[in-house]
């Protein structure tokens, strides 16, 4: 089946830096790709939509210029959490729809777990 | 616009038996459903999805989910349950035919299998 990576799987920042998430789809090419937040005990919600070659569509309360997004290839989607804070701790999921891929199944990929100090 | 309720967000179940996890729907057009499993820290793998062929959908590790358009519903199933199902499963839901929709998730149900 179709793979998503995401790297780092882990990370631990300093209040005020910025973090970047790398999500790929290791055998696929994939137009668009999807990032989701996911707090403890709950659901996941959708932040963003990144397609390939163009800007991003964020949801409605997600702030653009803090959670940037790249999609620069058909393989690769970067969020950028810019001068994080101890409340973007969280989850941070992508998962990529295969592009021409029947049912507009979406493959996702195993998680960032960011803490914020 | 698009909803999923899950019903129960958390279901226990002895090991062998049935599981039943509900799930209902609400889509202006023709949707797109899905099951997803995801155990501890860890990201989200498709269990089954209904995309208008059959509406009984089998899907892996022996679960199966009904499409039932009266009922707006899309129950997920399995016979026997064994305790490495244990874990959290989400039903989401998408628009078709617009391609690349974001998924709308339900809010879980956790699963528990006890020996």
């Known amino acids: 089946g179709a793979v998503v990576s995401q790297h780092p799987s882990r990370v631990i920042c300093k209040s005020g830096t910025s973090v970047k998430i790398e999500c790929r789809s290791l055998?696929?090419?994939?137009?668009?790709m999807f990032w989701y937040r996911q707090f403890p005990k709950q659901s996941l919600m959708l932040m963003a939509t990144?397609?390939?070659?163009?800007?991003?569509?964020?949801e409605q309360g997600v702030e653009k210029d803090k959670f940037l997004i790249n999609h620069a290839s058909l393989t690769l989607s970067t969020l950028t959490v810019t001068s994080a804070h101890p409340e973007d701790s969280s989850f941070y999921i992508c998962?990529?729809?295969?592009?021409?891929?029947?049912?507009?199944?979406?493959?996702f990929g195993p998680g960032t777990r960011l803490t914020v100090l | 616009a698009q909803s999923v309720t899950q019903l129960g967000s958390h279901v226990s179940v002895s090991e062998g038996a049935l599981v039943l996890l509900r799930c209902n729907y609400s889509?202006?057009?023709?949707?797109?459903l899905f099951w997803y499993v995801q155990y501890p820290n860890q990201g989200l793998q498709l269990l089954l999805k209904?995309?208008?062929?059959?509406?009984l959908v089998k899907g892996i590790n022996g679960f199966e989910a009904e499409f039932k358009k009266s009922e707006t519903s899309f129950h997920l199933t399995k016979p026997s349950a064994h305790m490495s199902d244990a874990a959290e499963y989400f039903c989401?839901?998408?628009?078709?035919?617009?391609?690349?929709?974001?998924?709308?998730f339900g809010k879980g149900t956790t699963l528990s299998v006890s020996s």
């Open positions: 998962s990529a729809r295969e592009s021409g891929g029947a049912g507009d199944t979406q493959y």
């Open positions: 055998d696929f090419q994939a137009t668009t």
């Open positions: 990144s397609n390939e070659g163009s800007k991003a569509t964020y």
């Open positions: 889509s202006s057009v023709p949707p797109y």
């Open positions: 209904y995309t208008s062929a059959a509406t």
């Open positions: 989401a839901v998408s628009a078709r035919p617009q391609a690349g929709t974001a998924l709308i």
